[in-house]
């Protein structure tokens, strides 16, 4: 059965007010289900950022409604007291640059949030190098970020962002900064988790060449989101 885990109605953004108000958002409505992969396809400017980081609860929308995993987030105003909390407990995030912590190895940046989440240590390094390795960077556990070449950087923050166990993973343009080859494999192993895990994955992305492993695409046009069949 597949369950709604990210529902949006009516969701609109504006930034600034008056003569210099950027509309970067207009009342989109859309559901995406347990298990699926969808792609926010659009140009620059077009507001893809935007949408993204607000079903991440890190924008505050100016209207509308957003409900995650069944629960209200926001209706006209946040319906929760803690918008870091619900990040943390119900979605990985993957940034277009994997935003790594420096001066944490890779053991450390994998178990942060679990750890904050008062998973007991052990459990987070077990669970963080099963992931790593099922990322294939199982042997860097003690390196540092600038140890790393991008590929495995960007593994890394997969790695950390499937940490808490969300239902939700949001990436912005997560392979931007890997080479054709190494962003589709990336791209493969998202659609992996989805499947495998469940897991519900919308990714931003502007190279049409991935297309095909999405199961839908949303295409954002001035702020207008619209499905694409
Ligand atoms: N913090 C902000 N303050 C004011 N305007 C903003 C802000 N963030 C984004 N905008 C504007 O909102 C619109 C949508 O921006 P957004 O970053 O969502 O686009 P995008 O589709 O992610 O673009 P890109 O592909 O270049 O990353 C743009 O016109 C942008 O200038
Ligand atoms: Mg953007």
């Not at 597949?2 to 989109?28: D, L, M, N, P, Q």
């Not at 994997?98 to 190895?105: A, T």
């Not at 750890?115 to 042997?139: I, T």
Request: charged share 25%.
């Amino acid at each position: 059965m597949k369950r709604s885990v990210i529902a949006v109605e009516k969701i609109s953004k504006t930034y600034g007010s008056g003569e210099s108000a950027v509309h970067a958002i207009k009342e989109a409505t859309f559901e995406i289900f347990s298990g699926e992969t969808v792609a926010l396809l659009g140009p620059s400017g077009s507001g893809k950022t935007t949408l993204i980081t607000m079903i991440g609860c890190i924008t505050e929308p100016s209207g509308g409604k957003l409900t995650l995993n069944g629960s209200l987030v926001y209706d006209q105003k946040w319906y929760i007291n803690d918008t870091r909390k619900i990040r943390r407990e119900n979605i990985g995030f993957i940034f277009q640059s994997h935003n790594l912590i420096p001066f944490l190895n890779v053991q450390d940046n994998v178990t942060l949030i679990p750890l904050m989440n008062r998973v007991s240590s052990k459990e987070s390094l077990e669970h963080a190098q099963e992931l790593l390795e099922y990322l294939g960077v199982g042997d860097k556990l003690d390196k540092f970020p600038s140890q790393l070449s991008g590929g495995q950087s960007q593994r890394v923050a997969i790695a950390r962002s499937l940490a808490n166990n969300p239902k939700i993973i949001l990436a912005d343009e997560p392979t931007a900064a890997l080479d054709s080859e190494r962003a589709l494999s990336v791209m493969e192993l998202l659609r992996k988790l989805a499947q495998e895990q469940d897991v519900a994955i919308v990714v931003v992305t502007h190279d049409e060449r991935m297309l095909p492993l999405f199961d839908r695409i949303l295409r954002v046009e001035d702020g207008v989101v619209r499905e694409e069949h």
